[in-house]
């Protein structure tokens, strides 16, 4: 669906969240991307070493430090945000590394005016330079989700404050995966989450190296294991899907191979091997990625089941421990 904006929401409708770490230039980018909106600005700090602090202050926004006697996660950090603006109605969450597209309140302020019943809505992220490496191009390809009702949302979207408060906002324990809980426990309760055909916001994801993209694909799959587990006893639970594909590429089928080469024929070896192949070239043939993109993307979506099963195992070792892994 297409929708087109009214004018401006009123200043004191809308509150905006910017979260981030170090962000340096990219959160000036952020907040200059606000300017304007006539929306209440809050930026929530994680202990960055670079100014940023200071830098959202020059640019006119409230600044909340969060507390370095607990770890950090974005979700605490969404949370600190969103109490810092008692009295808005809508809440626009955005990672300090994005820019809001200057037509994005309007649009989303507008859907939520007519849909009552949806409490999340999301549109278009981009990747801000898709060329720079095929990373971000993967991550770009990855924000292209299907418009209408979703499941979930990312770290960007415009909320109903009071229904994320009734629901007791975001985990803080949770360090990956805490918006798909997040919207879990919404649609448990009623409310539907959507995403809109409209540009939202532009994502400095800075992916350049391979070393990157595997932390970025191990703290995935530290999420699902997380989320999965948060969301055990909500139906349907997040994420099975996922832990049971990662664990039957990097587990069941290499051990299927290992075992039948002992006990059959050492050819067998090969199979985990051939198995992967054949599920790239299936994934490739489908056609849905961009052009030139089909075999980069089939490729490394099926490496990834390697650092997602990384980040599993992780998980399930020190589920105990929230600093397990953090979100930057």
Not at 47 to 66: E, M, N, P, Y
């Amino acid at each position: 669906m297409t929708f087109t904006p009214p004018p401006s929401p009123t200043p004191t409708r809308i509150g905006i969240v910017a979260i981030g770490r170090n962000e340096g230039e990219r959160l000036t980018r952020c907040l200059r991307s606000v300017e304007g909106s006539g929306a209440a600005v809050v930026y929530v700090d994680s202990a960055s070493t670079d100014g940023s602090a200071d830098r959202a202050r020059t640019l006119g926004a409230r600044v909340v430090d969060l507390d370095m006697a607990l770890p950090f996660t974005a979700a605490r950090a969404r949370n600190a945000g969103l109490a810092a603006l008692p009295d808005v109605a809508l809440v626009q969450f955005i990672d300090g590394d994005c820019e809001l597209d200057a037509a994005w309140l309007p649009t989303a302020t507008a859907f939520l005016d007519a849909h009552p019943d949806v409490a999340v809505v999301c549109g278009r992220r981009r990747e801000r330079f898709p060329a720079a490496s095929v990373f971000n191009r993967l991550c770009d390809m990855e924000w292209d989700t299907p418009v209408g009702e979703a499941g979930a949302c990312g770290g960007d979207a415009l909320m109903r404050a009071d229904v994320v408060r009734r629901a007791g906002g975001f985990r803080d324990d949770l360090t990956a995966g805490e918006e798909p809980e997040l919207c879990a426990r919404l649609r448990a309760g009623g409310a539907r989450v959507w995403r809109i055909d409209a540009e939202m916001t532009r994502h400095d994801a800075a992916m350049l190296r391979f070393r990157q993209w595997w932390w970025r694909a191990v703290r995935g799959g530290f999420g699902y294991a997380q989320a999965g587990d948060a969301t055990a006893a909500l139906p349907p639970p997040l994420y099975r899907a996922e832990v049971k594909r990662a664990t039957l590429w990097t587990c069941i089928i290499p051990f299927v191979g290992v075992a039948l080469a002992l006990f059959i024929h050492p050819a067998f070896l090969l199979l985990p091997v051939v198995a992967f192949a054949a599920q790239v070239a299936r994934i490739a043939l489908r056609g849905h990625a961009p052009r030139g993109m089909a075999w980069p993307h089939a490729f490394f979506t099926m490496l990834a089941k390697f650092p997602e099963m990384q980040g599993i195992v992780r998980y399930r070792r020190q589920r105990h421990l929230t600093s397990a892994i953090t979100y930057k």
